[in-house]
């Protein structure tokens, strides 16, 4: 029985976002079924409203698809199960330990599908913002015209951007179109080890094979690529074989593959043929952008102004948004107050920005004269030197994006006259920083300096 509800758990899982499935699956049982009278075993009263108003259908298939003849659905609580948080006292840091409880659970049920897609992943519950929209555009071209212009696709970025989102998204769209193409997902460590089973198992052929015949590779956090020369090597084989047949090949990553350093440099100057594409952290308007179609998708209630609040103060990624996101809402269902109104009586304080050091404007000024071999009265001068004004404006750039200065404080650090250059400066960079990868690149070194 216990196996069921595990394989019907990891069903359901496929349909839900993380947060959404750990709120609610966590602490599930199935107690008893009678001839398809199923019971399942919840925390409380609020749970029971919650699965039979919103989830009822999930699970029914998902059971059904496990061979129950499902009858009827019951929840029941169990107050046996010694739950360790009363609902009225549910905190974060409790939320936090469900999360990771349902994590572990998740990594021993979940079969994938055999082309690794998840179709929760598509692209209209994909936000387009300023901080995605040149991935998304080529993203939409790979989908009309596979194995094209954008071929092979490296889309590369930080953590909880929305890499894995956006390539199966293409992947799910590319199916949907077309449910006989063959596309594959896989993240590069579990090729590896498929490779290397294959290999053990006299199969090394096959493996190849089985490459070869698709029509879409999606390889998945490209950055773990192991300095294995065989396995690079039988990478690279099939990343050829796919590419003169013009099959499309998707990689992500977390960082541009010159920067890798175990890969082999043709296989790196190969995978950005067609150019790099990046994430980069939602700005405000991209944030709030993202909450509210959320909000909108799971039909939840929530004020602008707690909007505004858990954008303002989320500043790591997306995925961090989306946790905070669920918090509040949750909380807000079990306290039966309003997101801004515990915002505003204190009950929850989101506080999410990376963990770095600070540092302080003139460190920044320091450090970013030094990447570019000049002394800091050379940079902070009036020197109209392209190479110096591009050094300039990057130091405007990064201390707007590092710092709470002014336009104007920042211009009297930078030594220029006034906040409308520094304005000028920081749009120039902004621009340049769609199309320019080395500069993205050594903007991405000076933070390393100015941090590491
Ligand atoms: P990465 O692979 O870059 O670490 P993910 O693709 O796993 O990041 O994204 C983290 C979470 O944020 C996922 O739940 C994803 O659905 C969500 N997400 C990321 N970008 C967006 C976006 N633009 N719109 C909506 N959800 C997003
Ligand atoms: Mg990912």
Redesign the pocket.
């Known amino acids: 029985m216990y196996d069921v509800w595990k394989n019907a758990l990891a069903e359901i899982e496929q349909q839900l976002?993380?947060a959404n499935f750990s709120t609610w699956f966590q602490d599930t049982n199935l107690i008893s079924n009678e001839d398809g009278n199923i019971i399942i075993g919840v925390k409380n009263t609020f749970y029971v409203k919650q699965l039979r108003n919103r989830y009822l259908d999930i699970i029914t298939t998902a059971l059904k698809n496990n061979d129950i003849d499902v009858k009827n659905i019951e929840f029941e609580v169990q107050t046996k199960v010694k739950s360790k948080v009363r609902p009225r006292e549910i905190t974060k840091n409790n939320l936090t330990n469900i999360g990771n409880h349902i994590k572990s659970i998740r990594k021993s049920t979940i079969t994938p599908p055999q082309n690794g897609l998840n179709q929760k992943?598509t692209l209209d519950?994909?936000?387009?913002?300023s901080n995605?929209n040149l991935a998304v555009a080529a993203a939409r071209n790979i989908i009309e015209s596979p194995g094209d212009r954008y071929n092979p696709f490296f889309l590369y970025?930080?953590?909880?951007?929305?890499?894995?989102?956006?390539v199966q998204a293409i992947g799910n769209e590319l199916l949907r179109r077309d449910p006989s193409l063959k596309v594959f997902y896989t993240p590069i460590s579990h090729f590896y080890s498929d490779f290397i089973d294959a290999i053990q198992n006299g199969k090394g052929k096959e493996f190849n094979r089985k490459f070869q015949k698709l029509d879409c590779l999606i390889i998945?956090d490209f950055q773990f690529i192991v300095n294995k020369e065989k396995s690079q090597e039988e990478f690279f084989n099939i990343f050829n074989d796919l590419y003169q047949l013009n099959k499309q090949i998707i990689v992500?990553s977390d960082r541009l593959p010159s920067q890798i350093k175990t890969v082999d440099e043709r296989l790196a100057s190969r995978l950005t043929w067609a150019g790099a594409f990046d994430?980069q952290l939602p700005k405000f308007e991209d944030k709030c952008a993202?909450l509210r179609?959320?909000a909108e998708l799971e039909d939840k209630e929530i004020e602008p102004e707690a909007i505004e609040y858990i954008a303002e103060n989320v500043n790591t990624?997306?995925?961090d948004?989306?946790g905070e996101f669920n918090t509040i809402l949750l909380m807000s269902e079990v306290r039966g107050l309003t997101p801004l109104q515990l915002i505003e009586n204190g009950s929850v304080s989101v506080n999410r920005t990376s963990k770095l050091r600070p540092a302080t404007p003139k460190q920044i000024v320091e450090k970013v004269a030094k990447y570019y071999n000049l002394t800091t009265k050379e940079m902070c001068g009036k020197s109209r030197v392209a190479h110096i004004k591009t050094a300039r404006q990057v130091a405007m750039y990064i201390l707007r994006k590092e710092t709470p200065l002014s336009t104007n404080k920042i211009a009297s650090e930078v030594g220029v006259k006034d906040h409308s250059t520094v304005m000028h400066g920081i749009s120039k960079i902004e621009k340049d920083l769609k199309l320019n990868f080395i500069l993205r690149d050594q903007i991405e070194e000076i933070k390393e300096k100015i941090y590491g």
Do not use: M, Q, W
Not at 125 to 129: D, L, T
Not at 157 to 166: A, D, I, S, V, Y
């Open positions: 976002s993380p992943y519950n994909f936000v387009v913002g995605n970025g930080g953590p909880g951007l929305g890499k894995t989102h956006l998945d992500t994430l993202i179609a959320k990624n997306i995925r948004l989306e």
